[in-house]
């Protein structure tokens, strides 16, 4: 369990959202999956009452990008809460209001206290933006590979 995982969790706890650990998410087939598969990928954090998987990422591998935009495409509601990349933009069809401006650091930080804002107020918030959850997961997963492809452009002249 990472120490943002235990964030989000006392978070959770202390906003009175029901939440469980490591839930099997409703697939049976996935491209990862091999014959030493015993169950379905987990989400991090369930929320019962927004039937809702979350995932908790700190650093994106390819290998974890992957994943996470497969299952964002499925048919139930994910979210993925993104800790540690300065480059991923949780504010993109966000219901609340975006701070641009201060240091890295300081817009991580920003950055974490606004994706937990954004699952405390589900209940309050457009129910269009519920209902759309993972497309809109996806659409921020999209805008952070680009930001990474234009960063290796910029770094090695062209992408391959």
């Keep these: 369990m990472s120490k943002l995982e235990n964030r989000i969790k006392d978070f959770l706890t202390r906003n009175n959202i029901a939440f469980v650990e490591q839930k099997p998410v409703p697939i049976d087939d996935y491209p990862w ?13 369930y929320l019962p009452d927004y039937d809702l998987h979350v995932e908790v990422k700190g650093f994106m591998t390819y ?7 497969f299952l964002s495409r499925q048919n139930f509601r994910y979210y993925i809460f993104q800790g540690t990349e300065i480059q991923w933009n949780p504010y993109i069809d966000s219901f609340l209001v975006n701070n641009i401006g201060v240091s890295n650091r ?14 405390i107020n589900l209940g309050n918030s457009n129910q269009d933006f519920l209902n759309n959850i993972s497309r809109i997961t996806l659409k921020r997963l999209r805008n952070y590979i680009d930001l990474k492809i234009r960063e290796y452009v910029s770094w090695n002249g062209e992408w391959y």
């Design 106 to 119: 300081i817009q991580l930080e920003m950055n974490i206290k606004h994706q937990l804002s954004e699952l």
């Design 63 to 69: 290998q974890a990008v992957s994943k996470l935009s």
């Design 33 to 45: 999956k091999t014959s030493q598969s015993k169950s379905s990928p987990k989400s991090d954090l």
